[in-house]
């Protein structure tokens, strides 16, 4: 996730409901042209409520999958959350869910009778009904010892304040040395009924019989399944395959591609790829999947139809020559663990020899003849070579994998050997030697599937790969795309096919690019179409040529965790690829006027025809806006901004908004008469903070009460009117000149 790690702290168990209401037209004077901006049929609602204990609300971390909730990071203590939890980056998490009336807000807070802090990375279901999370336990001999003790929390966010509801997972994992433990959380099961994490051997509560880090499998206990803790990388003798070898959850880091755990965990949770060395540390890595967490299966082995079983000695695994073969790198895997794709520089399908790195798909199901097994009794039944050249003579070359399709229909990766022939529908042909962008379809009619190209990517200024390429003007190069670059590449899919395809590049891919700054492109694997989203409004700003501003996406995921696997904190498109959203600091928009990064959204016409951008964010803000989520059915687009785009917005803290097709609420009510008596003049102190027991909600267009002012909540006002003789104005008030002078004597000032 985006996020680091975040410790929360001893929240006050109760529910506390802030209920924002917007209107449809109640955008503030200020903001009113920018909406203008929007799409048709958007319209702004404000998501994070007006009061935020002086704090901004920021770092979108999970976007429900029908738009109706958004979690958000704050360091404001406010809707439940206590001033004295304990923080890590200064920021706690918080679910706001849509309602008739607006949106609510709670705080993700465990119950102080439970920890004071989370660490490590939250996960989330995608309807956000469930978080995990790992929590420091009081050492009961020692109080002043918190970061020797962890366990795995899963809890209901409907019902945050309710300890019970904060149910232990697994066993205490203790360090023995009395120094800081963490679990290395890898992924789940989509349940979290099946968790992956790895730790070392030096703790309490994992299994004993190992000095290195090591991966564990922890069966939660649901659908009447026994709970147990387990090994994860374990032969046909059910012992480690080395004491000395690490295993990873998907692939390991490796010089020509990026690290994957792209659903190494199946949906069922009933298998677990991973890989590890075989005899010592310093072998070449396999890849093998754990079934049912009984059995083990070699993924990466040659597969020779109809091989005597001998082939590969009396066990199935480790197959014979695996300490010698070339190391194996994990690229994906389909959801429901069907079909596996990696890359390796072993010659594994019998074909003509390639010594270069290959991309193979392995799938895997019952044995032919049985039409039914049970998951123990699956295996290998077919393992294809995805990157055949059309010179069988020619190397692949394969440089990395960029996406897997969750259903693994698709597979979006990198080679320099020509792979397929003829060009794309608008032109382009891959170029030997070049980084050529291909995507791999399965194909009922040809077992083998078939490969076509998308484009030539860029590896630095005027270069592609080891071919020279005058598209390519800018020295970045495209190879964070593919390459272990210590960032996620910024590329998505759209759909359970990957039918779509979005992505950055640097390269002029298409005719109407003439800059030389990174722009985002879109393409259509069934109708071969790649076109550049990234330009202007109607055709605005030299429709997007201008070199000084490059054009983003928020980066896709590799990660193993459920909210990764859903990208529910990063969704750049739509499930059905008709609508994209980016940002860019490039004024595409005649509406976008602070010189700062804006989220503008790409938009398909009717009937798949053309595409249309428009500024989404309001513009004029005073911050840029990095980033926005868009949910699968592209009806919302969150984001976070300072700029007041509704009236209800009154301070110049960021906010996270909506920008919701058919959105908005009623109009808010007339406001009342001012008081201009002293009898309604109210007290001269602040009110008490909303951080009591109950719950607060705020009628249709109302605002809560304005926490006590500060150094970094002002802004700016309507000038009011004057007082009357002997009264002066405090605190937005007029108060009688001998109250104000004694109220000036308790003042404490403001907070943050």
């Known amino acids: ?150 366990q795995f929390f899963l809890h209901s966010v409907d019902t945050p304040e309710v300890g019970t509801d904060w149910a232990s997972v697994g066993p205490i994992m203790q360090s023995l040395n009395k120094e800081p433990v963490t679990a290395n959380y890898h992924g789940a099961s989509s349940d979290f009924c099946h968790l992956i994490f790895e730790i070392g051997g030096g703790a309490i509560g994992v299994l004993p019989g190992s000095g290195s880090s090591q991966l564990y499998e922890l069966v939660s206990g649901c659908h009447g399944e026994p709970a147990a803790l387990r090994f994860v990388a374990l032969n046909d003798h059910q012992k480690l395959f080395s004491p000395d070898c690490t295993s990873e959850a998907g692939g390991e880091a490796a010089f020509e591609s990026g690290e994957s755990s792209f659903n190494a965990v199946a949906a069922e949770g009933s298998e677990i790829f991973f890989t590890t060395c075989i005899a010592n540390s310093g072998s070449d890595r396999q890849l093998f999947v754990r079934l049912d967490g009984t059995r083990t299966l070699e993924i990466s082995k040659p597969l020779v139809p109809k091989a005597p079983a001998e082939a590969c000695g009396k066990s199935e695994i480790p197959c014979k020559g695996a300490e010698t073969r070339a190391s194996t790198n994990f690229a994906g895997a389909s959801e429901d663990g069907s079909r596996v794709f990696f890359t390796s520089e072993a010659s594994l399908t019998g074909e003509a020899e390639d010594t270069s790195r290959n991309l193979y798909l392995a799938t895997i199901g019952c044995p032919e003849g049985e039409p039914e097994c049970v998951v123990a009794g699956r295996t290998v039944t077919s393992l294809t070579r995805v990157s055949r050249t059309i010179d069988k003579a020619e190397a692949a070359d394969v440089q990395g994998v960029v996406r897997v399709a969750p259903d693994g229909s698709r597979v979006y990766f990198v080679a320099q050997g020509v792979l397929s022939e003829g060009a794309r529908g608008q032109g382009g042909a891959p170029v030997r030697g070049a980084d050529n962008l291909y995507v791999y379809e399965r194909d009922a009619h040809d077992p083998a599937g078939r490969v076509a190209f998308v484009a030539e990517l860029c590896s630095g200024q005027d270069a592609s790969g080891e071919a020279e390429d005058v598209h390519c003007p800018n020295t970045a190069g495209d190879t964070s795309l593919w390459f272990e670059t210590g960032v996620s590449p910024e590329a998505q899919t759209a759909g359970v096919d990957g039918r779509s395809l979005v992505f950055c590049s640097y390269g002029q891919l298409t005719a109407g690019d003439t800059d030389s700054a990174k722009d985002v492109y879109r393409y259509d694997a069934e109708t071969g179409v790649l076109e550049r989203i990234s330009v202007g409004e109607g055709g605005y700003d030299g429709n997007g040529n201008d070199s000084r501003f490059d054009a983003t996406i928020l980066a896709g995921h590799h990660g193993g965790s459920v909210s990764f696997q859903h990208e529910l904190n990063s969704r750049a498109i739509s499930e059905d690829g008709s609508r994209i959203v980016f940002t860019t600091s490039e004024p595409l928009s005649p509406q976008a006027v602070n010189g700062l990064s804006n989220l503008y959204e790409w938009h398909q016409g009717p009937e798949g025809t053309g595409g249309e951008v428009s500024l989404v964010s309001g513009g004029s803000g005073d911050q840029p806006v990095t980033d926005g989520v868009i949910s699968p059915s592209g009806q919302d687009v969150f984001f976070a901004t300072t700029q007041a785009l509704v009236s209800q917005d009154t301070d110049e803290l960021s906010d996270v908004y909506d920008a919701r097709i058919g959105g908005g609420f009623p109009e808010a009510p007339a406001p009342r008469q001012q008081c201009s008596s002293d009898a309604c003049q109210g007290p001269l102190t602040n009110p008490a903070p909303l951080l009591v027991p109950g719950s607060v909600s705020q009628a249709p267009g109302e605002n809560l009460p304005a926490p006590m002012a500060s150094p970094v909540t002002t802004k700016s006002r309507p000038k009011s009117a004057k007082c009357k003789k002997g009264h002066v104005r405090r605190k937005g008030r007029c108060v009688k000149e001998k109250q104000a002078r004694s109220a000036s004597k308790r003042h404490r000032g403001g907070g943050k």
């Open 1 to 150: 996730m985006r996020a680091a790690n975040v410790s929360h702290g001893r929240g006050m168990p109760v529910r506390l409901v802030l209920l924002v209401a917007l209107t449809v037209a109640g955008v503030c004077a200020g903001a009113a042209s920018s909406a203008l901006a929007l799409s048709s049929g958007r319209a702004y609602e404000l998501v994070s409520p007006p009061f935020k204990g002086g704090f901004g609300a920021t770092l979108i971390e999970g976007v429900r999958e029908d738009g109706n909730g958004v979690i958000y990071y704050s360091p404001g203590a406010f809707a439940g959350a206590s001033a004295g939890f304990s923080v890590g980056l200064d920021s706690a998490r918080y679910l706001a869910t849509r309602e008739g009336a607006g949106w609510s807000t709670v705080a993700l807070v465990p119950p102080s009778a439970l920890s004071n802090e989370v660490i490590g990375d939250a996960d989330f279901a995608p309807s956000l009904s469930q978080e995990l999370v790992q929590l420091q336990l009081e050492d009961v001999e020692d109080p002043s010892q918190f970061a020797n003790r962890i």
